[in-house]
């Protein structure tokens, strides 16, 4: 089993900035990749960014040159770092993890935080 436990979120307003936490434990010596998911209210669930465990980075197109997804080991903890946020980047954003298993790979999810962009 893998927690995910995601801080960070709030109301900013567009243009602003945010720095979304995540930090996995337990069974995570299989770790593939983490990432972080966003939800709008009506739409569904999208990838926002994503680091693997070579350290490459995803993103999705809306987000690139405004997001940085990293990770710091010492500190066990992946960041999402939002600048320039707009009101479309509203939504519950998730923490996720792939954990490789013997026939594939398991998702894990965080609770999610909200995250609210006034224009």
Known sequence: QVQLVESGGGLVQAGGSLRLSCVPSGNTFRLNAIGWYRQAPGKQRELVASIGSGLRTDYAESVKGRFTIFRDNAK?????????LKPEDTGVYYCNAKIATMIGRDDYWGQGTQVTVSS
């Open 76 to 84: 066990n903890t992946v960041y999402l770092q939002m600048n320039s």
